[in-house]
């Protein structure tokens, strides 16, 4: 996981400092197979493997999700 740290030690990620977190997303998962990003949404997706990865920044509450999904059938 990445931390954008706290720059105006009031203890709290705020919503600018947030935003480094999503360049550094963008920065590290930009050039995995099929890799997009949606600007408008906070979704990033990519391939990795075995797993389709999604990873939505939710902007308005300060939170990352990432889900993993793989194919049960071989």
Do not use: C
């Amino acid at each position: 996981m990445i931390d954008s740290g706290d720059k105006n030690n009031d203890g709290k990620d705020d919503v600018d400092e947030f935003l480094i977190l999503e360049e550094e997303y963008k920065k590290q998962f930009e050039k995995n197979p099929e890799y997009s990003y949606d600007s408008k949404t906070g979704i990033m997706k990519w391939n990795d493997g075995e797993f389709e990865a999604t990873l939505s920044i939710s902007r308005d509450h300060g939170r990352i999700y990432l889900m993993l999904r793989k194919s049960v059938n071989k």
